[in-house]
């Protein structure tokens, strides 16, 4: 049990164009998702903490209107990165609380370059 | 955001032989937990902690829980190659419900 499932698994975009990034629990609730980025060789910085039915939580320096996060249901959070810049070139990762004795479970990630 | 401590940041040992690292904080969390990722793929969850000074078995890797809640570590017996890989402490606050990395520990098995 417990799996999460991010999609897509890798997308390349135009610089200035938007894109959106799924993370869904496939077989639990989840009423907390977390939005990690990660760059080459280093390690999952989180960006935001979203709760189901109200407003993300950032982290210190991320933008909250380039990186719009919505979390509309107990089995869905979504990552939107507004006008994208070749520095958000990324992985995004995406990780679900079950509140239970599973930890924390996470997507496989999202590889996203912008050109 | 805050990111936790850990050492050693990388780590070359022959097969067979045991494995030690380490996550602090300066911070108190409630939950640490340890993960191992692959090239390319998300962290897949090896063993989670919950209480101080919780020492937990999972096969041929051990973890314990600080005392003093802001340190962790991760002992790895008689490795093999598949352990491979990069290592990451994580710790889970309650207060805020947030939820940090390390900087992780990258291991090479030569066999």
């Known amino acids: 049990g417990a799996v999460v499932s991010q999609h897509p698994s890798w997308v390349i975009c135009k610089s200035g164009t938007s894109v959106k990034i799924e993370c869904r629990s496939l077989?639990?609730?989840?009423?907390?998702m977390f939005w990690y980025r990660q760059f080459p060789k280093q390690s999952l910085m989180l960006m935001a903490t979203?709760?189901?039915?109200?407003?993300?939580?950032?982290e210190q320096g991320v933008e909250k209107d380039k990186f719009l996060i919505n979390h509309a249901s107990l089995t869905l959070s979504t990552l939107t990165v507004t006008s994208a810049h070749p520095e958000d070139s990324s992985f995004y990762i995406c990780?679900?609380?079950?509140?239970?004795?599973?930890?924390?479970?996470f997507g496989s990630g999202t590889r996203l370059t912008v050109v | 955001g805050q990111q936790l401590n850990q050492s050693p940041q990388s780590m070359f040992i022959q097969e067979g032989e045991d494995v030690s690292m380490n996550c602090t904080s300066s911070?108190?969390?409630?939950?640490w937990l340890w993960y191992k990722q692959d090239p390319g793929e998300g962290p897949v969850l090896l063993i989670a902690?919950?209480?101080?000074?919780e020492l937990t078995s999972n096969g041929r890797l051990t973890a314990q829980f600080g005392i003093t809640r802001k340190d962790s570590f991760l002992n790895i017996s008689a490795s093999i190659p598949s352990d491979v890989g990069i290592y990451f402490c994580?710790?889970?606050?309650?207060?805020?419900?947030?939820?940090?990395f390390g900087t992780g520990t990258s291991l090479t098995v030569i066999p």
């Open positions: 990780s679900a609380s079950t509140g239970g004795s599973f930890g924390y479970t």
């Open positions: 077989d639990f609730q989840a009423t907390t």
């Open positions: 979203s709760n189901e039915g109200s407003k993300a939580t950032y």
């Open positions: 911070s108190i969390f409630n939950t």
């Open positions: 902690l919950y209480k101080a000074g």
């Open positions: 994580a710790g889970h606050s309650n207060t805020g419900n947030q939820f940090y």
